[in-house]
C-alpha cells in the first residue's frame, strides 16, 4: 500500500513539474455586448471612445499589425436606430490601412470566409443593434470559428468582439 502512494505521489509530481513548464498562452478577447461603436459617435463619446481603445489595446497585447474589422455592408442603417460601425472605430482613433499601427482593413463576409487571420493584430466585430453587423457577417464568422480559435488558442493573434 505504501508502495502504491509512493508511486502515486511521484507521478503526481512530475505531472505538476511538466505543466509548470509547459507554456499556455492564448490570445486575449474582449466581448462587450454593448454596442460601443454606436455609442462612439453619439451619447458619451468620449468614455466610449477610450472603451474601443483600451479594448483593442488589451486584445492587441502589444501587437502593431492592423485589425481585421468585418463590415459587409451598411444596409441596415436606415432602420433609424442603427450607425455606421466604422465611424465608431474612426472616431476612437483608428483609420484605414494594413500597415502596423491604429490601422484596420475591412472584411466582408465573402472575403472573411477565406481570408488569412494570422496578418492581423485583433477582430473588430461590430454590434448588431446600433452597429453595422449583419446575418451575412454572423455567418461567415460561425463558418470561420475553428480557425478562429486555433489562432487564439496558439496566441497568434486576438480577438476583439463589440
Known sequence: MKSRV?????????????MWTLPSYAGNIIVSGHDADFH??????AG??????QSLLFARNG????????????SNISLGDHLNSELGLI???YTAGNTPGNHYVIVNSTTLSTINLSPFSAIFVPSDHGGTLTGNDL???NNRAPAIISYL???GWTGCLF
Open 6 to 18: 509512493k508511486n502515486s505521489l511521484q507521478l503526481l509530481a512530475i505531472s505538476a513539474c511538466l
Open 40 to 45: 462612439a459617435i453619439t451619447g458619451n463619446t
Open 48 to 53: 466610449v471612445q477610450h472603451f474601443i481603445q
Open 63 to 74: 501587437n502593431t499589425a492592423p485589425i481585421l474589422f468585418v463590415q459587409s455592408d451598411t
Open 91 to 93: 472616431a476612437s482613433g
Open 139 to 141: 455567418r461567415a464568422l
Open 153 to 155: 488558442n496558439a496566441g
